[in-house]
């Protein structure tokens, strides 16, 4: 689920400029592969691009609402400190009773959240979850500092995830280096009813872009070992949709043909927890992805975290 409103960059540059900030369609297209994004309008919240796109989840299971007992929202941008994005989701939905929690792991966060998912149901806590990522990125952008501002849009994704006889997630790889805390980070908190420190985005791109290249091959590589298949086994690659050069990286060292890899970044920009669910979404609806297709999701952001789920669709 997209917010009507799309920015090209050109729009986006000539906003800029007006800030006396200089960039371009050229250079935000050759660094990243970004062409626009959508920004959600003042009042949206990102409950409100997590309900609407739980709605459209749950149509596409054929599911109710009050049929799901479990509701994880992974955000970076809740509606308030508390409570939980889920929870206001959850009376959106007009539903009661389920459990209801936000997951914060940054742009890893629908990886994270599917892992949580998978292994209550496995366990028996939970029969059937709603899995959202959800995100008002534009909320938290420094429209002074051009080397973020153009990379992030707004958006949100959902899908419906119940046991079944047929797998289904056939393995998950979580992992998190807190030691990179500082290189993606907005440092801002409240206290004392103000806003203490810098509530924007801050970010060193060189450090994020080397690292992420290497963990996502490696947890590919990981949930690949763990579920007894290979490389050729991936009909489609979905990572994280932050910039097209990491992303075919990833796909080349996993020696895909670059048509296995779903792209969205080139019209939603980068949307954090949303990216992959909205780049399935996208997948899905136009008939690219079938029935029985094997799928490597793939994130990795702030944390810094990162992690995959192979599983078949
Ligand atoms: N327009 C024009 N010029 C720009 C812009 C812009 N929007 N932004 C930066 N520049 C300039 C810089 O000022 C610099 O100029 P200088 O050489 O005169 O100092 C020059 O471009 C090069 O800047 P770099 O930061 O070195 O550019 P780089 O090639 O590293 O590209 C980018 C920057 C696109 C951010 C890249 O580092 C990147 O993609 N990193 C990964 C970011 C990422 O994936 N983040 C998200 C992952 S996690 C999550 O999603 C939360």
Same mark, same amino acid.
């Given at each position: ?139 938290? #952008? ?47 908190? !409240? ?9 924007? #985005? ?55 043909? #670059?048509?296995? #890899? ?21 997948? !899905? ?29």
């Amino acid at each position: 689920m997209l917010p009507p409103r799309r920015v090209t960059n050109a729009e986006l540059a000539a906003e800029l400029a007006g800030r006396g900030i200089e960039t371009s369609d050229e250079w935000i297209v050759a660094r990243t592969g970004i062409h626009a994004r959508h920004f959600a309008a003042p009042d949206v919240c990102a409950s409100d691009l997590a309900a609407q796109a739980a709605r459209h989840a749950l149509e596409a299971a054929g599911r109710r609402a009050d049929e799901i007992d479990l509701i994880i929202v992974a955000t970076s941008t809740p509606d308030m400190v508390f409570p939980s994005t889920a929870c206001i989701v959850q009376q959106k939905l007009g539903v009661q009773g389920s459990a209801a929690f936000d997951l914060q792991a940054v742009c890893s966060g629908f990886v994270y959240g599917l892992t949580v998912a998978d292994s209550m149901i496995r366990s028996g806590a939970a029969t059937r979850a709603l899995v959202i990522g959800a995100e008002v990125f534009s909320r938290i #952008l420094d429209f002074n500092d051009r080397g973020t501002c153009v990379l992030f849009g707004d958006g949100a994704g959902a899908v419906v995830l119940e046991a079944s006889e047929v797998p289904g997630i056939l393995a998950t790889d979580l992992h998190a280096d807190g030691r990179h805390v500082d290189i993606l980070c907005v440092p801002g908190t !409240v206290s004392g009813g103000k806003v203490i420190g810098d509530p924007l #985005l801050k970010m060193d791109g060189q450090a994020v872009f080397k690292l992420a290249v290497g963990v996502l091959e490696s947890a590919a590589r990981t949930v690949l070992a763990k579920a007894g298949r290979h490389d050729a086994d991936i009909d489609w690659l979905i990572p994280h949709q932050a910039n097209i050069r990491i992303m075919q990286g990833t796909a080349r060292k996993l020696k895909l043909p #670059l048509e296995k #890899l779903v792209v969205t970044v080139d019209e939603h920009g980068n949307t954090s927890a949303a990216s992959i669910p909205l780049a399935l979404d996208t997948a !899905v609806r136009s008939g690219r992805i079938r029935a029985g297709d094997t799928l490597m999701l793939e994130g990795v952001g702030g944390g810094f975290t990162w992690g995959a789920v192979l599983l078949d669709f």
